[in-house]
């Protein structure tokens, strides 16, 4: 399987460290306000990432944190009046509830910030006592940015600029802002009540070093892949990188991988520009979960996406079709499959291949589609044997491990109620109470459900 490595700026050969087992670090929301559908192409193209690595055979342990201190966080629960925790569990349940929407797989660990303030109190020790960090005279801590000398090597930055002991407070500025960053910050009155006791007086962590910390507590000093779109090259993972370099001695990650940014009429979706859509504005529209994941993940991850509302109405088109597919083989399906027709294996071998070459969706949706095509055409003509179908049919649910693009009650499976009203009519069947079996497939109908009758009892169709 190939990805391409931020940091040598070329498509590589995945060797993980450790067999069959990868490390994976995602860079998380900041929890201050309902994530946008950028952050979401962000998340989505992770998805994609974990899933494509777990279709490959490996065995994944993703972390994803959740940034819930921070220069807006606080902001945000002081304007609200209201404490940190209770500002930013709001957004936390919203973020919950908008991955399940787009259905991504939960990560294995969602460590918060809050909960992990002695883990990067301990990081920060060990910087002081390797030389790379000091306190200056307001009482905050800083990296010596200078005292590193791999400093900008994956953000490829001109060190020779640099301005010795100029410090920069923020989390976030530029490239040509280059300089010591915050470790550790002293409280000041903005801050209000968030204060952490530490070594070096009351205050809170900088943003940076939370990352360096958690992925180091949960996947080890030495790990595989590390994320996130592609501001954080610069300047989080840069410092993420110096901070857990300079600490260990050792290389912190292997491959860094970014997804390119969702725009909107050419420009970023952002808070800051006040350009975005949030998931709940699209689900207030009419649009689903899984049309806005299709948008999202239809493009390769490398390149921009533009954001239009007809982009996601094409989404519906093309859903329509695969689902129209998918319903055509279930009804011809017959067993547990047999022989692949062509068509299908022509398809899976070029999903496959789009996937293991970068994550290369757009080569594999294009397989998919043309297995769609080819396999229309040969139920047209009346090619496609009960066996053949079902084969075919595993070959989309495959694919679908990778997609996650299944009609709901597909993708769900019939529920409880489902299976009772199922059983009640088989007792019906049974009985010939042919009345009673009409209804309840009615009532069936009714929630999505198509049953039909075959000599080998009841067969369930999704009607979603
Ligand atoms: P934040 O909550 O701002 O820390 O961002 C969370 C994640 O979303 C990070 O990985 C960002 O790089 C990513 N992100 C932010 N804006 C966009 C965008 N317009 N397109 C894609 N990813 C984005
Ligand atoms: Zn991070």
Redesign the pocket.
């Given at each position: 399987m190939n990805l391409y490595n931020t940091m040598s700026r070329a498509v590589e050969e995945f060797s993980p460290l450790n067999g069959k087992k990868v490390g994976l670090y995602t860079?998380?929301?900041?929890v201050y306000n309902y994530?946008?559908i950028?952050?979401y192409?962000?998340?989505i193209f992770e998805d994609i990432l974990r899933r494509v690595l777990t279709f490959a055979g490996y065995d994944v342990t993703q972390v994803m944190n959740l940034?819930d201190v921070d220069d807006k966080t606080i902001r945000g629960a002081i304007e609200a009046g209201v404490s940190l925790d209770d500002y930013t569990r709001t957004y936390k349940d919203a973020f919950f509830d908008d991955l399940k929407t787009l259905r991504i797989e939960p990560a294995e660990h969602y460590p918060a910030a809050t909960g992990h303030v002695p883990e990067m109190i301990a990081l920060i020790e060990r910087l002081f006592e390797n030389g790379v960090a000091y306190q200056s005279d307001d009482g905050s801590v800083y990296f010596n940015v200078s005292a590193y000398d791999d400093y900008g090597k994956l953000a490829h930055l001109d060190m020779a600029g640099l301005q010795a002991g100029a410090r920069v407070a923020q989390d976030e500025y530029d490239k040509e802002n280059v300089a010591d960053f915050a470790l550790w910050k002293a409280w000041d009155e903005a801050d209000g009540d968030v204060a952490w006791e530490s070594p070096w007086g009351r205050g809170r962590p900088g943003w940076h070093i939370e990352c360096s910390a958690m992925s180091m507590k949960y996947l080890g000093e030495s790990f595989d892949i590390h994320t996130?779109?592609?501001?954080?090259i610069f300047p989080h993972h840069e410092n993420e990188i110096a901070q857990a370099q300079a600490a260990t001695g050792k290389p912190f990650v292997q491959s860094w991988l970014h997804?390119?940014?969702?725009?909107v009429e050419g420009k970023?979706?952002?808070k800051s520009l006040c350009n975005f859509f949030t998931l709940r504005d699209l689900l207030e529209k009419g649009y689903t979960g899984r049309e806005i994941r299709y948008l999202l993940l239809s493009a390769h991850y490398r390149q921009e996406l533009n954001f239009t509302l007809s982009a996601l109405d094409a989404a519906r088109t093309a859903l329509g079709r695969l689902d129209e597919f998918r319903t055509r083989l279930t009804e011809n399906a017959e067993g547990d499959g047999g022989a692949l027709p062509e068509w299908a294996a022509v398809g899976r071998d070029g999903f496959r291949a789009g996937v293991e070459d970068d994550l290369g969706m757009p080569n594999s949706l294009a397989a998919l589609f043309d297995m769609v095509h080819k396999g229309n055409r040969a139920l047209d003509a009346g090619e496609v044997d009960a066996a053949g179908a079902a084969a075919a049919l595993a070959v989309l649910d495959e694919m679908d491990g990778v997609l996650a693009l299944k009609p709901e009650a597909a993708a769900a499976g019939p529920d409880d109620a489902v299976q009772a009203l199922l059983d009640e009519r088989a007792a019906a069947r049974s009985e010939k109470r042919w009345a009673d079996s009409d209804r309840i497939r009615d009532e069936l109908a009714a929630i999505g459900w198509e049953v039909r009758d075959t000599p080998e009892g009841q067969k369930l169709r999704s009607l979603s």
């Open positions: 860079c998380g929301p900041t994530a946008h950028g952050n192409r962000a998340y940034t996130g779109g592609v501001d954080n997804c390119e940014h969702l725009r970023k979706m952002a």
